[in-house]
Each structure stands twice: as structure tokens, then as C-alpha cells.
């Protein structure tokens, strides 16, 4: 009888480490914390650093406000996993930061308050971590925080839209085990956001083109003389409708070349060069002047873009710029008339870029 009654021991007590299962207590539910996001955030056209936070939540809170999780076996782990292939089968850069789909602009997700080993902040980087070793957990008001930050470069517009839940912490018996229980979730409204770059802008100005030193015989046999150049890049939102004009003085007696010869800064003064002007000329993938100059206080549309919309209101662009548009602005001594004169000859004009 003692012999059997040991045996009943021991039975049970391996019986019990085979129903270690972590989960929430009886009737209960996982704590859903949920955010509301802007209707829309506009971001500049430029050429962002990664890293660069666009935008972060509060700390919403939950409901209910905790949690009890009981019954983990010894080597439970807590998994901190998204929701979305988006970001659950992606690698993250930077400091977690994971794709949403729009170019350029990225989301970390942090959580806090889930028991344990994790009350402090630490980010949702799907991966499962050990815990203490305990059975029973509770989690007290957890919460998420959600950042929308750059990954370097311009950022796309479009339509950034998060299924729910976006996140999750769980409590398993091991990684990828069923047995287990979801803890927390953190949802992002329905509402989409929509990110608007705002317009285009120039790197490179302002531009010196500096002609040096001519000498007047070099106009005996040429119209044009000296040169130099200078690179501009426009970064715009891809689809913008874009123009371009030079506001300058122009050249009104002789050759003004189709009015593209800016006159010289006091021109007829003395000590100004005379019947010569300057030209400028641009080559881009956009527009392309070859051997003729920009003309001067006139509109030239560089791109033109056609938006339609369908029956449920998507919009699709066609056409219009790039994101990127490299440009370089080279400028030219012209020669309107017989002899030129010596004597300064600077000029001025200002390179006008209209977009919407």
C-alpha cells in the first residue's frame, strides 16, 4: 500500500507541471488600447534624414485597465509581435523603426505596463522574450505610444492606413506554443491618414555664375562668350504641376535672341560694358534650352500633371514631376550688336519656380 500510494505521488506531480498554460483569468478580456490618429499630416518636399520624427501619439489608455495573466509554467515567454505582413515579415532600420507603405516614412510602436520584466517602455520589434520565471502576472493601465518617423529621403503621399490591431503582447508557454494568451492590443482608428507633401523646394541657391575676365576680340568671330554653370535640385511631390520664368531686364535694341538676353545691371552707365548681355540656359530632364537661352519674363511649363477620380473617390495622378529633378543653369556672355564696348557687365535675374 505504501508502494502504491508513492507511486500516486510522484503521477501527480509530474501531472501537474503538463498543465502549465498561460492565460488570462477566467472571463476575462485583453486589455484594447486605442488610438485616434489626425485625419492628416502634411509633410515638407524636401530630402528628410532618417530618423527624423514626423509624428507621436500620447500614451492612450486601456480597457479594461488590467490585466491577470496565471498559470505560466517556468520558461513562459512574452511576445511582442505586429500585427500587419507589413511590418511583421519586415526588417527593421534605425532605432525599430518598420515600413507603412508610404516611401520615405516609417512606424515605431513602443509598449509599456505589460508585467513583469516589462513595465518600462520598450519597442514592439517581434520577437519573444523571456520572463521572470513567475506564474501569476498582472498588468496594470498598459499602454502604447506610436511614432511615424522618417527613413530618409523625401516622403511619398498616399493614403497610410494600420489594421487592427497593429500590435500585441502575448504570454506563451514558448515561442510560437498555443498555449498561451493575448494580453494586450493596441488599435489604431479606421480613420486614414493622409500625408500631403507640401509643394516643391530648390537646393543649390542662390546662384553665382561668375564669367571672369573676357577679352574683346573674342567677340570678333562669336556671338556668345565665356561660360559657367552651377547645379540646382528640385524636390517636389511626384505628380506637381511646375513652371519656371526668369524675371530680368531684357535687351530691347538688337539682337535681343527671341528675349532671352538679360541687359546688364546699369547698362548706358559709365563704365558698363555695352552691346553685350548675358543668357541663361538650363538643361534637366524636364526642359532643355540646347543652344538657345531661357526666354525672360514668361511662363514655361515644365510639367503638367492629370488627376482623375473614380466612383469611390480615389484620385490618380499622372504626369507631372518627379521627386527628384536635378538642373543646371549655365549662363553666357551674348553679343547684340557691333562693337562691344568695355567695361563691366554683371547682371541679375531671378529663377521663379510655380508649382501646385
Known amino acids: 500500500m505504501k508502494k502504491y500510494l ?25 486589455a484594447i488600447i486605442n488610438l485616434t490618429l489626425p485625419s492628416k499630416i502634411v509633410v515638407d518636399s524636401r530630402n528628410y534624414s532618417g530618423g527624423e520624427v514626423i509624428y507621436t501619439s500620447s500614451w492612450p489608455g486601456a480597457n479594461p485597465s488590467s490585466v491577470q495573466i496565471n498559470d505560466c509554467g517556468n ?15 519586415a526588417t527593421p532600420t534605425g532605432d525599430m523603426v518598420f515600413p507603412t507603405g508610404l516611401t520615405g516614412l516609417g512606424v515605431k510602436v513602443s509598449t509599456m505596463n505589460q508585467a513583469g520584466p516589462y513595465d518600462s517602455v520598450r519597442a514592439i520589434d517581434n520577437t519573444y522574450q523571456p520572463g521572470d520565471g513567475k506564474a501569476s502576472h498582472k498588468l496594470n493601465n498598459p499602454s502604447y505610444n506610436l511614432e511615424l518617423i522618417a527613413t530618409g529621403g523625401p516622403i511619398s503621399s498616399g493614403t497610410l492606413s494600420f489594421g487592427s490591431p497593429i500590435a500585441q503582447v502575448d504570454f506563451r508557454e514558448s515561442p510560437g506554443s498555443s498555449k498561451g494568451d493575448v494580453a ?18 530648390v537646393t543649390g541657391s542662390p546662384v553665382n555664375l561668375p564669367l571672369g575676365n573676357i577679352q574683346l576680340s573674342d567677340f570678333d568671330s562669336n556671338i556668345k562668350v565665356g561660360t559657367a554653370s552651377a547645379d540646382l535640385t528640385l524636390n517636389c511631390e511626384p505628380g506637381t504641376n511646375i513652371s519656371l520664368s526668369v524675371t530680368a531686364p531684357q535687351v530691347t535694341a538688337g539682337d535681343t535672341a527671341n528675349n532671352t538676353v538679360i541687359a546688364l545691371t546699369n547698362a548706358g552707365s559709365p563704365g558698363i560694358a ?35 477620380s473614380d466612383n469611390n473617390g480615389t484620385i490618380t495622378v499622372t504626369g507631372g514631376a518627379p521627386a527628384t529633378i536635378p538642373m543646371m543653369i549655365t549662363a553666357t556672355y551674348y553679343k547684340t550688336a557691333s562693337p562691344v564696348g568695355p567695361g563691366q557687365a554683371n547682371a541679375t535675374g531671378t529663377l521663379n519656380f510655380t508649382y501646385n
Open 6 to 30: 508513492f507511486l500516486a505521488l510522484v503521477l501527480l506531480g509530474m501531472s501537474s507541471g503538463a498543465y502549465a498554460n498561460c492565460a488570462r483569468a477566467w472571463l476575462t478580456n485583453a
Open 274 to 308: 555695352s552691346n553685350v548681355g548675358v543668357q541663361l540656359g538650363l538643361q534637366s530632364s524636364l526642359y532643355n534650352t540646347y543652344d538657345n537661352g531661357l526666354p525672360l519674363n514668361t511662363p514655361i511649363a515644365l510639367a503638367t500633371s492629370t488627376r482623375t
Open 184 to 201: 494586450s492590443q493596441f488599435t489604431v482608428s479606421t480613420s486614414d491618414i493622409t500625408v500631403k507633401a507640401m509643394g516643391c523646394n
Open 75 to 89: 520558461n513562459y515567454v512574452v511576445g511582442f509581435f505586429y500585427s500587419n505582413s507589413t511590418q511583421s515579415a
